[in-house]
């Protein structure tokens, strides 16, 4: 026979409640489907989890590189020697920042030092201290306690390191650490104590391991110069204007600049990486149809093997719209709790690995995103079981059951 005697008992438990059944004996015949059959729904379960944590992930990229780069220094500028051909004079700070609509002016000079007996490369810079806490807002958005950077403002020759490395290297508050010059350079070894531990500020991580005060790099390395610097603009919408601006009064100096706004930088490196709006719309789209194909092929071979079960709920009284909505809930239960499981697990994938490591703040599922998601869960149970559906709504019940 194509049908299970044993939901019998559910289907004269059907007649006695009227043509319509009872809506408790339909889950019952659904759930009992499903557990029958419990390794093809795990298996179907399963991959409409990782498809839809591809979703979800790949969604939550999508809006990080639209916004991010917005989120991140819209009142920035990039500005640096022309070409990098020569370092820019310290003297240039405080000319730019009389320029009208600049808030502050973050100076900064570095260069990569070693540490340790395995001599483990390091990235140290010089900064500008007071500006570059007021341009980062490291301590409003969480990126430093207040006394430690109080700290660090009083001590010249103090240091903020990064989470990361002070962990990497056991490195604690009030240690003094001594960092080594790399081969051919002439450069002393540089000393300094950690007074500050940089977290993220501003959903970024931090681009330098140690940050020192601008004096003490510059005394340190013997140089009147700096590698590029930040300007802060008081008017975000001005940034561009003002750069234009900046670059005009220096272009026939001897120190010719090109100043760029942090905003613009960040969309252009974007771009050059990749078209990423269409790269995750080729690959979202090509999961989903993956997905589709495969719910819709379990759903079809599963109503086909029950094909007499349905015509003997028709003969005890259950209509075709009863028949279809009965088809159209094994496809929900089927798809949407597994939807949600992987929508669910794409969110602690991007808070756990995707958000550190791509180091963009904007990263994240936003309520448009759910929504679009649990739409797509519900139009693919739609989808899936419209065809099987229809099939079970057309039996001629009589015709089956003589088959047996």
Same mark, same amino acid.
């Given at each position: 026979?194509?049908?299970?005697?044993? @939901?019998?008992?559910?289907?004269?438990?059907?007649?006695?409640?009227g043509?319509?059944?009872?809506?408790?004996?339909?889950?019952r015949?659904? +759930?009992?489907?499903?557990?029958?059959?419990?390794? *093809?729904?795990?298996?179907?379960?399963?991959?409409t989890? @990782?498809? +839809?944590?591809?979703?979800?992930? /790949?969604?939550?990229?999508?809006?990080?590189?639209?916004?991010?780069?917005?989120?991140?220094?819209?009142?920035?500028?990039?500005?640096?020697? =022309?070409?990098?051909?020569?370092?820019?004079?310290?003297?240039?700070?405080?000319?730019?920042?009389? +320029?009208?609509?600049? *808030?502050?002016?973050?100076?900064?000079?570095?260069?990569?030092?070693?540490?340790?007996?395995?001599?483990?490369?390091? =990235?140290?810079?010089?900064?500008?201290?007071?500006?570059?806490?007021?341009?980062?807002?490291? =301590?409003?958005?969480?990126?430093?306690?207040? =006394?430690?950077?109080? *700290?660090?403002?009083?001590?010249?020759?103090?240091?903020?390191?990064?989470e %990361?490395?002070?962990?990497?290297?056991?490195?604690?508050?009030?240690?003094?650490?001594?960092?080594?010059?790399?081969?051919?350079?002439?450069?002393?070894?540089?000393?300094?104590?950690? %007074?500050?531990? !940089?977290?993220?500020?501003?959903?970024?991580s931090?681009?330098?391991?140690?940050?020192?005060?601008?004096?003490y790099?510059?005394?340190?390395?013997?140089?009147?110069?700096?590698?590029?610097?930040?300007?802060?603009?008081?008017?975000?919408?001005?940034?561009?204007?003002?750069?234009?601006?900046? %670059?005009?009064?220096?272009?026939?100096?001897?120190?010719?600049?090109?100043?760029?706004?942090?905003?613009?930088?960040?969309?252009?490196?974007?771009? *050059?990486?990749?078209?990423?709006?269409?790269?995750?719309?080729?690959?979202?789209?090509?999961?989903?149809?993956?997905?589709?194909?495969?719910? /819709?092929?379990?759903?079809?071979?599963?109503?086909?093997?029950?094909?007499?079960?349905?015509?003997?709920?028709?003969?005890?009284?259950?209509?075709?719209?009863?028949?279809?909505?009965?088809?159209?809930?094994?496809?929900?239960?089927?798809?949407?709790?597994?939807a949600?499981?992987g929508?669910?697990?794409?969110?602690?994938?991007?808070?756990? /690995?995707?958000g550190?490591?791509?180091? !963009?703040?904007?990263?994240?599922?936003?309520?448009?995103?759910?929504?679009?998601?649990?739409?797509?869960a519900?139009?693919?149970?739609?989808?899936?079981?419209?065809?099987?559906?229809?099939?079970?709504?057309?039996?001629?019940?009589?015709?089956?059951?003589?088959?047996?």
């Open positions: 026979m194509l049908y299970d005697t044993s @939901v019998s008992k559910v289907y004269v438990g059907i007649r006695a409640t043509p319509y059944g009872d809506r408790s004996e339909m889950k015949i659904v +759930f009992g489907t499903l557990r029958r059959r419990w390794l *093809r729904t795990l298996l179907t379960g399963l991959s989890l @990782v498809a +839809f944590m591809l979703l979800g992930f /790949f969604l939550a990229i999508r809006h990080g590189f639209a916004v991010g780069p917005t989120q991140v220094g819209a009142d920035l500028l990039l500005l640096e020697p =022309v070409g990098g051909s020569s370092p820019l004079p310290v003297g240039l700070l405080s000319t730019v920042r009389s +320029f009208p609509g600049v *808030r502050s002016v973050v100076g900064i000079d570095g260069a990569p030092m070693l540490f340790g007996t395995n001599r483990q490369p390091l =990235v140290v810079e010089g900064l500008s201290p007071e500006a570059f806490l007021q341009v980062s807002d490291v =301590v409003g958005s969480g990126g430093i306690p207040s =006394v430690q950077a109080q *700290r660090w403002l009083a001590d010249a020759t103090g240091a903020l390191v990064t %990361e490395i002070a962990r990497k290297n056991g490195w604690r508050l009030g240690e003094t650490i001594t960092l080594h010059p790399m081969p051919g350079a002439s450069l002393r070894d540089l000393t300094f104590q950690i %007074e500050g531990v !940089l977290g993220k500020f501003k959903g970024v931090p681009s330098s391991d140690v940050n020192l005060h601008l004096d790099v510059r005394r340190w390395a013997h140089l009147d110069s700096i590698n590029f610097m930040f300007v802060q603009v008081k008017d975000a919408r001005q940034a561009d204007a003002i750069a234009q601006v900046i %670059e005009q009064k220096f272009a026939n100096s001897a120190t010719p600049v090109s100043t760029q706004s942090f905003k613009s930088l960040l969309q252009g490196m974007a771009e *050059r990486l990749a078209d990423v709006n269409t790269l995750t719309f080729v690959v979202i789209v090509a999961s989903l149809f993956g997905l589709f194909l495969i719910c /819709f092929n379990t759903l079809l071979h599963s109503v086909s093997e029950r094909l007499g079960e349905f015509a003997l709920l028709q003969a005890v009284g259950f209509s075709s719209p009863r028949l279809l909505w009965l088809v159209l809930l094994e496809a929900f239960l089927a798809i949407v709790p597994a949600a499981a929508i669910f697990s794409a969110l602690l994938v991007i808070r756990a /690995f995707a550190p490591r791509l180091n !963009l703040p904007g990263i994240t599922l936003t309520p448009a995103a759910l929504a679009m998601s649990a739409f797509i519900v139009g693919l149970s739609i989808l899936c079981s419209a065809l099987p559906g229809l099939r079970v709504a057309r039996l001629n019940c009589a015709q089956i059951l003589r088959k047996g």
